[in-house]
């Protein structure tokens, strides 16, 4: 069964950090695109970033850029999204998916096998 499981999130304090882990079973990452969606309460699931299956090429929202780095440890099976400078905006289920296209668009349409997502709270 192919499964993507999101892990890192928590309550953090403006201004403050934390790594999200996207950690696939049952099939191998290192030949597909990968990319990190957020959904914010009361509001539709929105593109954060992606990386291609090397790790050469990734794209990130403007409401991300600068702050966001996503990366990738084939050898680990991982995808990671660092997260710095958080503000209270970016409070939200955090989802990994497969992607179909990894592009500056960062469509939800291009997503499948999707995890279940973890909750990230940015608050003081």
């Known amino acids: 069964q192919l499964q993507l499981v999101e892990s890192g999130g928590g309550l953090v304090q403006p201004g403050g950090s934390l790594r999200l882990s996207c950690v696939a079973s049952?099939?191998?990452?290192?030949?597909?695109?990968i990319g990190w969606f957020r959904q914010a309460p009361g509001t539709g699931r929105e593109g954060i970033s992606c990386i291609d299956s090397g790790g050469s090429t990734t794209f990130y929202a403007n409401s991300v850029k600068d702050r966001f780095t996503i990366s990738r440890d084939n050898a680990m099976n991982t995808v990671y999204l660092q997260m710095d400078s958080l503000e209270p905006e970016d409070t939200g289920i955090y989802y990994c998916?497969?992607?179909?296209?990894?592009?500056?668009?960062?469509?939800?349409?291009?997503?499948?096998?999707w995890g279940q997502g973890t909750e990230v709270t940015v608050s003081s």
């Open positions: 998916t497969v992607l179909m296209i990894c592009s500056p668009s960062l469509r939800t349409s291009y997503g499948h096998t």
């Open positions: 049952g099939f191998s990452l290192d030949t597909y695109l």
